[in-house]
DNA sequence: CTGAAAGCGCTTACAG
DNA sequence: CTGAAAGCGCTTACAG
């Protein structure tokens, strides 16, 4: 059936239907301003059909100029539940479009915009910073789109950004709200974290500011009983004391309840506490655990929509800022 | 600069070099048997920098048969915290081999063979089971591997299997070595789930059979404190009374323990509790969960070991089982 | 040691 | 309405 090596090509789908690679090419990819007679267009998916031609994409990306994948790249984050979610649903999302995603890591130094060349792919979503001087030459690279930076406020062009800040700002607008006037916060050491921490704290600060509350007494621990309860007596015995904790995430949140126990204390009469991802066993932490969601779908499909836009060379949709975000009120807060 | 269009060519460079685009693909791959004056080299490799030259992936791809990818296909699963870990590993291992990760969502009925013919792969990793005649095509089509089967018992050539099975019988190991004769199960009802249950509950049955325990009483939940609560009901007044729970994972064991609370029994007293997949929030549960954990770097090490190896043309490596799993114990069983 | 040339499988002006 | 031909950017026998 092939004419060699074993594949098919469109020149044996051409041969079958009687027809040129041309015409074959023009009822596969349904080419504007084509007039085919249905009859033959029947006779080419049959010869299609018959012999289970599919375009090879490798070389339909060469003559093209551009393949049908989003470059993911991604730095040394860990992958967190939210960001898991949100590929998961990306993925989805992508293939409504006819494009997969194709996965790489990007180790410091290494340049996007080679990898860009390289790749040639039909949008990058790079998670992180990209510096302007590589944005241009991406851009100006490829007709292809450049698009997101997850996490970074929104400075630059076809940015996609949860926004972090507002995150924080959210977990003390509820505590304010509950009546706590002195807060804590409970956050990561580690630097892999330090772009998420420090926005959310700012996000955090800024509020207590708008609110008049005190700057909140910023702790940074590991995740140990022994460290929460430390920090959670820490803050019960300062002057004045502080009542309600905003943490960095719902594992930190659940360490300060496992501390608070271990300490004798309990959620929320003594402590308060706030989390953030609403983690599956977030509901089932004695008390359950009050945090913030961020919305994998809505933060998804925000992000295929850009890809969508940017690729047919529309503006930018406008992204979602509290859309992404929702309270999730339970005990300890 | 370039030649034309704005993109750096091979060809550019073999100009800037004084050589001709054969020398300069032998140098940049450094292909054996050829010898080049070190100062060639030299030149190509400088022309390279200077003209931040990058081949274009997709004509090496048209042209090799193959890209340098690993298309990882997956069916409608949830994308669970251990997979987006192992994925996370994954992205890593691979990227040591120079591959990226592809991913692609798979929906019924489309074929996985005309997926692979279209992205002409690296290698395969396909979730899920995958029927012979496909495989053979697979294998037939190309030159490349496909390979794994993440969660299925491992029938096939190739196959990764995480042994969820094996999962199961852990967990009843050790309750029974906490002294534990009657057990319970405690599982998703989403047929979703269905594969890694089936298999994780059948793992448990047999190690009750062979330790002499009573068949475990399997019951279906939701993800409700009232749902558990009935469970736990259920479970304490049954005559003779179910002493520990298997949890399906660290979800369902959380609930239980919650429900157990709010039902005024305290664990590992009145019932015992085993879960799966050490979520980050397990250790902070009230009791501490004793879980298993799936250690997403040995199957990620695996999988890439799997790659290697089926691309290099050389046998699997043997597929680790208990060295995969690890049995974490804290409070609750 | 080096280069001219073929060819991987598509798409798309262009000419009829 | 249809096809012959060029060309996307590589790699690799092959010939010197």
Redesign the interface.
């Known amino acids: 059936m092939a004419s060699k090596g ?2 098919v090509t469109a020149l044996d789908v051409a041969r079958a239907a009687n027809v040129s690679k041309t015409t074959v090419s023009y009822v596969l990819n349904d080419t504007p301003h084509q007039s085919i007679p249905e009859e033959t267009r029947q006779r080419v998916l049959e010869a299609v059909r018959e012999l ?1 031609y ?6 339909r ?2 003559r093209r100029g551009h ?1 049908d ?1 989003v470059l993911l790249v ?1 730095p040394d984050w ?2 967190g ?1 939210v960001l ?2 949100v ?2 649903d990306l ?2 999302e992508l ?1 409504n479009l006819g494009l ?6 990007i180790r410091k130094g290494q340049s996007l ?2 990898i860009c ?4 792919p039909a949008a990058v979503i790079a998670l992180g910073h990209v510096d302007e001087v590589e944005q241009q030459e991406i851009r ?2 490829g007709i292809f789109l450049s698009t997101a930076v997850l996490s970074y406020p929104s400075s630059t062009q076809n940015t996609v950004s949860v926004p972090q800040d507002l995150i924080g700002s959210l977990q003390v607008q509820h505590l304010a709200a509950r009546g706590h006037r002195h807060l804590g916060y409970a956050g990561p050491a580690d630097p892999r974290f330090e772009a998420f921490r420090d926005l959310r704290i700012s996000g955090a600060r800024q509020a207590c500011q708008e609110l008049g509350l005190d700057d909140p007494d910023v702790l940074e621990l590991d ?1 140990t ?1 022994e460290a929460a309860m430390e920090a959670v007596r820490h803050w019960h015995h300062r002057t004045p004391s502080v009542t309600a904790i905003i943490a960095y995430n ?2 930190f949140a ?2 300060i ?2 501390g608070m ?1 271990a300490a004798g204390l309990s959620a929320p009469e003594d402590l308060a506490v706030i989390g953030v991802d609403n ?8 008390p ?1 655990l009050t945090t913030i969601d961020q919305k994998p779908d809505v933060v998804a499909a925000h992000l295929a929509q850009v890809v969508r836009n940017g690729i047919s060379g529309k503006a930018a949709p406008k992204a979602p800022r509290t859309e992404a975000l929702e309270l999730v009120i339970r005990e300890s807060a």
Chains 1, 2 share one sequence.
């Open positions: 074993g594949r289970s599919t375009p090879l994409a490798t070389a990306a060469l393949n994948t991604m860990p992958l539940r898991s979610l590929l998961d993925t989805g293939a997969a995603l194709l996965m790489r890591r915009a080679a060349r390289e790749v040639a100006g690279a995740l009983l719902d594992e659940a360490a309840l496992a126990r983690e599956p066993l977030a509901k089932f932490t004695i359950a």
